[in-house]
């Protein structure tokens, strides 16, 4: 218990700080109704600092997923709120939902929804594309290089390890300077050397360009490349971690199957 480093404010109350790149609060997601109703989320009350990497950890159906869905716009929620970049998305129509999530979030998923038909550098800049950007050649050299896809750049997928695939997937998201990136299980499809490239260029863009991220994952390997681990149980949040180990991630996620078994 005593290796779990737990800030004082915690449970953190509604943060407003202007800070956080998104912040949610009192935030509730229930689906169904009568028999079938879930909790999925239970008046969670959060911040991510910007240029922090949180990572999102739990047992299965304890609402990661969800949290990071809501957190992105991406589905709606019961009751609370949701700021990102100090926009509540509340007060959006969905037209502007889509501008915003367009314009302010990153997304990086465990399948890298990648187009099979456009070469890597056309795959990381076709959100800037239909956003009608264009992204400065020295930004895009700088994104390029922090995920070493240089020599890379004109092939396509199929043409590329899945390595390589997710790593043109993390630049898609970097190019766009997001207010935050969202990812899903990042390195799920991948072996653990590239899973630890992609791990450290997550890491890198955090640590060099002041990118914040949240990762929803199961592997406290992963996990111990964030700044802060938040750990879910049936739809709160019961515990945070500064500064974590791989070791230390995965002795806390032991306690929630002890939990679950006594
Ligand atoms: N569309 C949905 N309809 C009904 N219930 C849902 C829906 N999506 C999620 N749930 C329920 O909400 C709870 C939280 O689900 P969520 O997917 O967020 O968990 P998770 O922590 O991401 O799980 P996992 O680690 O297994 O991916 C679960 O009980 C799940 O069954």
């Known amino acids: 218990m005593n290796e779990v480093s737990v800030r004082p404010e915690f449970p953190a ?28 989320l239970d008046r969670v009350s959060v911040g991510f600092t910007r240029g922090e990497f949180t990572a999102i950890m739990g047992p299965s159906g304890s ?31 969905d037209n502007q939902l889509t501008m915003l999530r367009r314009d302010k979030v990153g997304f990086v998923f465990q399948a890298f929804n990648l187009l099979p038909t456009l070469n890597a550098l056309e795959n990381i800049t076709l959100p800037m594309d239909i956003a009608g950007r264009k992204p400065s050649r020295a930004w895009l050299d700088r994104v390029v290089g922090i ?12 043409q590329l390890s899945g390595g390589q695939q997710q790593r043109v997937a993390v630049a898609r998201a970097l ?30 863009s955090v640590r060099e360009e002041g ?25 709160r949040i019961v515990d945070e971690m500064y500064e974590p180990t791989a070791d230390r991630v995965l002795e806390r996620m032991k306690r929630f199957d002890a939990a679950r078994t006594t």
């Not at 943060?15 to 999925?40: H, I, M, Q």
């Not at 995920?147 to 199929?158: E, I, K, M, S």
């Open 175 to 204: 190019a766009a300077r997001p207010e935050i990136i969202f990812a899903d299980e990042p390195t799920g499809n991948l072996d653990s050397r590239s899973g630890a490239e992609v791990l450290g260029f997550l890491r890198d």
């Open 63 to 93: 609402g990661k997923s969800t949290l990071m869905h809501c957190m992105a716009g991406l589905d709606t929620i019961s009751s609370g709120s949701v700021r990102l970049g100090g926009v509540e998305l509340g007060d959006l129509n």
């Open 13 to 40: 109350a509604a943060p407003r700080d202007p800070g956080f790149a998104a912040v949610a609060t009192e935030l509730s997601k229930v689906y169904g109704s009568g028999d079938t109703r879930v909790n999925a």
């Open 147 to 158: 995920v070493g896809l240089a020599d890379r750049l004109d092939h396509r997928p199929a």
């Open 211 to 235: 990118q914040t991220i949240v990762m929803v994952t199961h592997d406290p390997g992963a996990a111990s490349y964030a700044d802060r681990v938040l750990f879910l149980a049936d739809g």
